[in-house]
């Protein structure tokens, strides 16, 4: 169940995104789960959201799942937009811009992109205008409630604006503001955390499978216990070697596991496929023109 964070240092302040309206650029996975995500937090309400996606069956399913207008022609909707939230893909962002553009964005209204490899700079040129621009990356599991998503703000961006964004994505997990300069590191690290976790837990699930368990079982048990050491990492603030050890009896199961672990250089495997997803993040946006197509 998604829930609104508890430990927000935001919660009680004024700056908040209610009686704001959200448009939604790109109705895809991002863009879908993170709208489901502020919906069910009730940060923002339906009728004060909308989408907009550059494919008839897009806007259709998007629409029926969500419960808000999705539209091919957004660019009516743009004026009634106090918060833009840009979900498409890196290479479709001058088009989309130039459809926000072309609708008459308001020049209080923010746009939060999401958008991996596209710089505050890059946003704020191909957008054209002097509205405040926030980059965000988050990461999938916003749908549940559990995100994890950093902020940055650009040019004509402050703290209000700074603020406003950290609630949205406060509404769906975490929210820390970091400096720009991480944001391709993080988008490896977290962005696209989930997809390493997922295929950690799927082969620690196979290997259940091999041990003789049902593969059901095997998932949840896997599931529930990465669930588990994830808490027990963020409310004891202990460093992973140390609960490590905590469970690591001498001449026991534990040892021998670890041990193959490392025997298959876990560690330099992790490091490296980091390591290539921020070098990939770095050259994910389109080439910026020096003014916008007008
Ligand atoms: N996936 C992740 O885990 C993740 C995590 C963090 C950040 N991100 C970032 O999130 C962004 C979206 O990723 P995604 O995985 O959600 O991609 P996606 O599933 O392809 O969704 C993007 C959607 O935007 C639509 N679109 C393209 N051009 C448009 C336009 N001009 N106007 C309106 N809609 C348009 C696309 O339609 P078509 O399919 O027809 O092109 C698609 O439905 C990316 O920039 C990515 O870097 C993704």
Known sequence: MVKESKESALE???VIARGLTLGVIGAGVMGRTLAKGILASG???????????KHPGACQSASQELGIPVELDYRPRIPTADLLLLCVKPADAPKALAAVREGGLRPSALLISILAGVTTTALETMLGTDNPVVRAMPNTPAVVGEGM???????SANETHLARARRIFEAVGKCIPVDEVHFNAITALSGSGPAYHFLIMEALADAGVRVGLPRQLALTLVAQTALGAAKMVLATGRHPAALRDDVTTPAGCTIGGLLML?????????ARAVEEAAKIAAHLGPPVPHKPAQ
């Open 12 to 14: 009680h302040t004024p």
């Open 262 to 270: 490392e025997d298959g250089r876990i560690r330099s495997v992790l």
């Open 43 to 53: 940060l923002i309400p339906r009728e004060r959201m909308w989408a907009g996606d």
């Open 149 to 155: 998503t950093v902020v940055c703000c650009g040019r």
